[in-house]
Antibody, heavy 126, light 105 residues
C-alpha cells in the first residue's frame, strides 16, 4: 500500500525547534519530489516547502524561509522538516505530500500532490 | 507570487443539486491546476489534475474545466459523501485557494 506517515509533532515554546519526519512506503520514494503543506486550526491549506528527488533543489514559502529546512534520506525512504525559531503562527497540522512531477533532460512535467500523509500537529505556545 | 481565489467561500446545497465552484488565478497557469476534497480531520484527496483530468477512482460526477486564469469544479449531482471543503491548487508554484465549504442546505 502506498503510504506516507508523519511524526514528530508536539508542543514547543516560541523560539524553539522541532523536527518532523515523514516515512514513505509502497513506492520508489527516490523517484518523487516531496512537499510539506500546513493547515492552521480552522484555516485553509498552505504550501510550506518542496524538495526534488536528489536534494539538489529546495523551495520555501516566504513565511518560513530561513527558519525551516527540508531534507530527505532516500536510503531510509524518509522526508524531514527541521523547524527552528518557531512562532505562534506556525501552529498547524503539517502534512507531507507526494508530487507526481517527472523530469527529463528537456525539462519537468509538473504534477499535483497525489498522496498525502495523515498529518502531525505542531503547537507553538508558552 | 501567483494568487488563487475561490468562490464562493461557502455553498449550501441539497443532495442531487448541480454544484459549481470557481477558481481564478492572478496570472495564467496554463492547465496546471488541481482540485482537492478535504473532510474534517482528514488529509486532502486529489480529485482533478491538469484542470480537467479525473484522478483514478474518483466518481465521474466530478469534473473540471478551464485554462489560463479561470477554472471550475462541477459536481453534477451532489451526494451525501460530497459535503466537504474543496481547494484548488496551481502546481507551478503550489499555491492553494482559500477553500470552498459545501454544506447541507
Amino acid at each position: 500500500e502506498v503510504q506516507l506517515v508523519e511524526s514528530g509533532g508536539g508542543l514547543v515554546q516560541p523560539g524553539g525547534s522541532l523536527r518532523l519526519s515523514c516515512a514513505a512506503s509502497g513506492f520508489t520514494f527516490s523517484n518523487y519530489w516531496m512537499h510539506w503543506v500546513r493547515q492552521a486550526p480552522g484555516k485553509g491549506l498552505v504550501w510550506v516547502s518542496r524538495i526534488n528527488t536528489d536534494e539538489s533543489s529546495t523551495t520555501y514559502a516566504d513565511s518560513v524561509k530561513g527558519r525551516f529546512t527540508i531534507s530527505r534520506d532516500n536510503a531510509k525512504n524518509a522526508l524531514y522538516l527541521q523547524m527552528d525559531s518557531l512562532r505562534a503562527e506556525d501552529t498547524a497540522v503539517y502534512y507531507c505530500a507526494r508530487d507526481v512531477t517527472y523530469c527529463l533532460s528537456t525539462g519537468c512535467q509538473r504534477g499535483p500532490f497525489d498522496i498525502w500523509g495523515q498529518g502531525t500537529m505542531v503547537t507553538v505556545s508558552s | 507570487d501567483i494568487q488563487m481565489t475561490q468562490s464562493p467561500s461557502t455553498l449550501s446545497a441539497s443532495v442531487g443539486d448541480r454544484v459549481t465552484i470557481t477558481c481564478r488565478a492572478s496570472q495564467s497557469i496554463s492547465s496546471w491546476l488541481a482540485w482537492y476534497q478535504q473532510k474534517p480531520g482528514k488529509a486532502p484527496k486529489l480529485l482533478i489534475y491538469k484542470a480537467s483530468s479525473l484522478e483514478s477512482g474518483v466518481p465521474s460526477r466530478f469534473s473540471g474545466s478551464g485554462s489560463g486564469t479561470e477554472f471550475t469544479l462541477t459536481i453534477s449531482s451532489l451526494q451525501p459523501d460530497d459535503f466537504a471543503t474543496y481547494y484548488c491548487q496551481q502546481y507551478n508554484t503550489w499555491t492553494f485557494g482559500q477553500g470552498t465549504k459545501v454544506e447541507i442546505k
